[in-house]
Structure formats: C-alpha cells, structure tokens
T-cell receptor, first 111, second 114 residues
Framework: DVKVTQSSRYLVKRTGEKVFLECVQDMDHENMFWYRQDPGLGLRLIYFSYDVKMKEKGDIPEGYSVSREKKERFSLILESASTNQTSMYLC??????????FGSGTRLTVV | AQSVTQPDIHITVSEGASLELRCNYSYGATPYLFWYVQSPGQGLQLLLKYFSGDTLVQGIKGFEAEFKRSQSSFNLRKPSVHWSDAAEYFCAVGARNAGNMLTFGGGTRLMVKP
C-alpha cells in the first residue's frame, strides 16, 4: 500500500514563527497536494504539485508557500504563522485520477 | 469549475438501521466521483469511486453508492450501520480534464446510537 507520512501529528507554534510541514510518499507519485480542513468548511486546497519543482496555487494559497525539491517530498511553509492558520493540515498524493492517498494529518495550533 | 454539496452536516442513526448520505455535484460532464471516510484524528480513507460503467458502485466496509446523472447525485448507502461507522464522510469530484485534483464537499458527520 502507498504510504503518505506527515512528520508531525501535533504542532504548537507562536505567532510570527516560520513553520514547516513535511510530507513524504513512498510510491513515486507525481502529484501531491496540501489541504487544510476546518469544521464546516470541508477540505480546501492550498497548493499542489504535478512534478518536482512544479507548484500550482489552490483555492487558499495566501500566507503559504510550498517546496518540492524531490519527488517524494512536498513541504508546506507558513512564512509567518498567524492564529487564523490554526487548522488540520492534510497531505495527499496520487499518480492517476483514481483517488488520493492521504496522510494522517498535522493539527497545527498557532498561539 | 466543479463543486460538491453535502446537504446534511450531521446525521444520527441507530445501530442496525440503514444509512444514506447525500452528495450533489456540479460539473458539465461526467466526473470522477469518490467517497472518503475520516475517523477522529485520522486522515481520509477511500471508500469507493466511480469512473464509468455500472452506476452502482461497491466499496469497502459494506458501503455502496449510486451515480444518478439526471439528479447530479452520488449518494452513499449502507444497509445496516455498525457503531464503528461513526465518522465523518466526504464526497469528492474530479474533473476528467483537470489532472488529478479533487474538489471536496463540506462533509457529513455520522453518529451511531446504540
């Protein structure tokens, strides 16, 4: 089975800190995605990547950036964390349009 | 652009009762359709998917879904709910000409009464 691993399950950061969320997949998938999940809002796409060094903005990219230097790793960066970025962050990967494989999520709290 | 609506935010059913979770999508052609389940504190797990062919799709854990083009719906069903089915369920749509990106509905939280 494909595994998507998010490095942290829980994170607490201070306002203004630079935050890195890491995601690694082990099946050579080309496509990787970052979503945030908030109650009542479902999953909203932040950024996605179709290939190494390629990135595309999703629906809510403001305040975020991404990095994909290697095919298996897709990092989400909060340049200056703010309290409204407190959320659950989900990484996913897929090779085909046959559904995503998700990581377990990172619950980020910004204080 | 495609969109997905899950009209029911919360649903409570008794254990052993049947279940139907509603999903309506907006897309100009036949989309890819998915149902995912999320247990508390976990990521999302794929329950089933529809691409083409038979409009009744079987998934894992005894779930099924039916694609109805005329109603733009892809409702999820289970004949007899178990307490372990309590979770949040997400419907998602993928456009056939837009790579691999999915758009998700807002989710339905299922509670199961003993």
């Amino acid at each position: 089975d494909v595994k998507v691993t998010q490095s942290s399950r829980y994170l607490v950061k201070r306002t203004g800190e630079k935050v890195f969320l890491e995601c690694v997949q082990d099946m050579d998938h080309e496509n990787m995605f970052w979503y945030r999940q908030d109650p009542g809002l479902g999953l909203r796409l932040i950024y996605f990547s179709y290939d190494v060094k390629m990135k595309e903005k999703g629906d809510i990219p403001e305040g975020y950036s991404v990095s994909r230097e290697k095919k298996e790793r897709f990092s989400l960066i909060l340049e200056s964390a703010s309290t409204n970025q407190t959320s659950m962050y989900l990484c996913a990967s897929t090779q085909t349009p046959y559904g995503y494989t998700f990581g377990s999520g990172t619950r980020l709290t910004v204080v | 652009a495609q969109s997905v609506t899950q009209p029911d935010i919360h649903i409570t059913v008794s254990e052993g009762a049947s279940l139907e979770l509603r999903c309506n999508y907006s897309y100009g052609a036949t989309p890819y359709l998915f149902w995912y389940v999320q247990s508390p504190g976990q990521g999302l797990q794929l329950l089933l998917k529809y691409f083409s062919g038979d409009t009744l799709v079987q998934g894992i854990k005894g779930f099924e879904a039916e694609f109805k083009r005329s109603q733009s719906s892809f409702n999820l069903r289970k004949p007899s709910v178990h307490w372990s089915d309590a979770a949040e369920y997400f419907c998602a749509v993928g456009a056939r000409n837009a790579g691999n990106m999915l758009t998700f509905g807002g989710g339905t939280r299922l509670m199961v009464k003993p």
